[in-house]
């Protein structure tokens, strides 16, 4: 029934079939390949699937993000930005990183500060002499950060999955996330430096103070988002839906600039994107009960039996195989279908869930900007209008940095591990 579904389901994917739906029907496959288990069972994993509260959070994480894209949000998190890197070998790129930073705090989406972030800096950057490439690997590259910091959609996923905190899971990618930003930041300044792109003026201490006090509502949301969750006066999904009453009532009623049909085009969009995570997530559903049904995860770790007891190697394989997996896959799919899978492996040998679960999330995220399906990557060439290869021809610093910095939060768990530990032990 394995050998079915997943021979079903890569030649759909070679073929172009979208990603829910060759899951869909490499489950349907196995189940017929069986004959004794009933087809209901199909439709009743499906439902089953998304019978899950913590999944509430998802769509409400992601609905927030947009709303505050479309409440003018963006546009004072890069005027901050600019107040207070704008001066640094690589301005507009660096501001692009640090808004970023910033936008990670509030939308936990990726694709959203791509996008946001995108479509103001690239056709600036392109503007100033920035290379079309080297505009749209910077922003992707930032977005990167996006679903590591809290709040992070890809975390919420993976923790409902594996019933291990959200909470945790959100200071486990608060430390890594601000490590990625700042070396990125920091191989950007050379090259920058080398290739003479331009500096903005130094801003005064009273131009980078009004920019504050102009961004900081905006600044003290993931404040109240995340802290209700270290506190526990609110779970993930009751703090995700404090973040879509945040971005209502300052785009409304602080900046003014989120209007009705602003917010009928950022509910829409939201729409889109939790049915396509939501779908995948459903379609998945059987995926891993026919796991369990033929006893895989049992089989892996077998097949693993004579390494088992070298830990840095199985981490090093299973990072390898989610490296090469993020080049043809989306994260959301990899999270669904390999934690039950892979995460009884890493139990073994010794790696906390939390600990997974983040490394887990950067591989996916390494992913989006990798050729030939990197999601991040088709979303900046699209705004800068240039080829894959121009971005491939830049990009391969910022992999390799990140396939670095991942290799350091693999071997040193403390980075993931200490946050949680000191304000949520368990």
Partial sequence: MTLVLMLVFAISIVIGMPVALAIALGCLCGF???????????PQRIVMGLDSFPMLAIPLFVMAGDLMNSAGIT?????????????????LAQVGFLTNIFM????????????????????????KGYSKGFSA???AAAATIGPIIPPSVPLVLYGSIAEVSVGRLFLGGAIPGLIMGISMMFITYFIARKRGYGVSPKASPKEIFQAIMDALLALLAPIAIVGGIISGWATATESAVIAVWISILLGVFVYKELTFQKIIAAVTSSMVTTGTICFIIA????????????????????SMEGIMHIPWLVLLLVMLC???LGMFLDGTPIIILTTPILLPVMKQIGVDPVHYGVILAINTMVGTITPPVGTLMYVTTRIAGCSIAEFSKEAWKYMLLL?????????IPP??????GVLMPM
């Fill in 32 to 42: 017929l390949s069986n004959g004794t288990i009933p087809l209901m069972a199909l």
């Fill in 75 to 91: 546009k004072r998190l890069i005027n901050l930005s600019q107040r207070l890197v704008g001066h640094i070998s690589g301005s």
């Fill in 104 to 127: 990670a705090c509030i939308s936990g989406s990726g694709l959203a500060s791509a996008a946001a972030t995108g479509s103001v800096l690239i056709p600036e950057m392109k503007e």
């Fill in 137 to 139: 690997t910077v922003i």
């Fill in 283 to 302: 379609a998945s559903a059987p995926f891993g009960w026919i796991m369990a049904w033929e006893n895989v995860p049992t089989r892996v770790h077998a």
């Fill in 322 to 324: 989610l490296l090469v």
């Fill in 403 to 411: 396939a670095v910095v991942l290799l350091a939060f693999a071997y």
């Fill in 415 to 420: 980075l993931v591990t200490w946050l949680p």
